[in-house]
């Protein structure tokens, strides 16, 4: 995978996977017209590109400002808005065979392959070890925060995290990122990912 950006690969997007935006606005209590419009239009596709989906995230984020906006929407995600990788992180039997198993279909999701799995002393790691920058960095923090909680609906209790990583500069309150993913979370990473305890 050529290591220039999210924005560069063909990478498109499950078009159920737009309706976790809209169980957050609903949740926020959110009325935004032209928001709400894009994404009943999205919705109903196949597909979403990462253009597209980057868009959308971004008009939610401005809607609150200083908010951990990609850890709230990420948060809202079920398995029916991951399709076959959903269906397929559900049938694992440990959180890492589940690490093994989102790496060899990530495609069912994202359309491509880009993330690396590597096995250290402490724990996994997951990570996209892409060029992804401050333009993609809500991109992944729904992203990493959505798998997280989906992991943790299929393991309660189970799933401990050793450390974050993300893109983009630091925001006022790292605390509430730290609050949500329950270890260290650094930001201005190149290499972001998630580092789960090994005996998990």
Not at 24 to 46: C, D, F, H, N, P
Not at 62 to 88: D, F, K, N
Not at 89 to 116: G, K, M, P, Q
Not at 146 to 163: E, H, I
């Amino acid at each position: 995978i050529s290591r220039q950006g999210v924005g560069h690969m063909m990478i498109r997007i499950s078009g159920s996977f737009s309706q976790i935006l809209h169980l957050w606005m609903v949740r926020k209590g959110i009325v935004y017209e032209r928001l709400e419009t894009r994404l009943a239009l999205v919705s109903q596709q196949e597909t979403v590109s990462v253009e597209d989906w980057r868009d959308l995230l971004k008009d939610a984020e401005e809607l609150c400002p200083g908010q951990p906006v990609g850890l709230q929407i990420g948060s809202e995600v079920q398995v029916t808005h991951t399709g076959v990788l959903g269906y397929l992180l559900l049938n694992s039997d440990n959180v890492a065979d589940a690490l093994e198993t989102y790496l060899l279909c990530e495609r069912h999701f994202y359309s491509v392959n880009f993330a690396e799995l590597s096995r250290g002393d402490s724990g996994w790691m997951l990570a996209w070890p892409d060029q992804l920058g401050n333009d993609n960095a809500l991109f992944v923090q729904v992203g990493l925060a959505a798998l997280v909680t989906f992991l943790r609906q299929r393991f309660p209790g189970g799933c401990d995290l050793l450390s974050v990583s993300l893109t983009g500069d630091a925001p006022g309150d790292i605390v509430s990122f730290e609050r949500f993913f329950g270890c260290p979370v650094t930001f201005n990473s190149v290499y972001p990912g998630i580092t789960f305890d090994a005996d998990t």
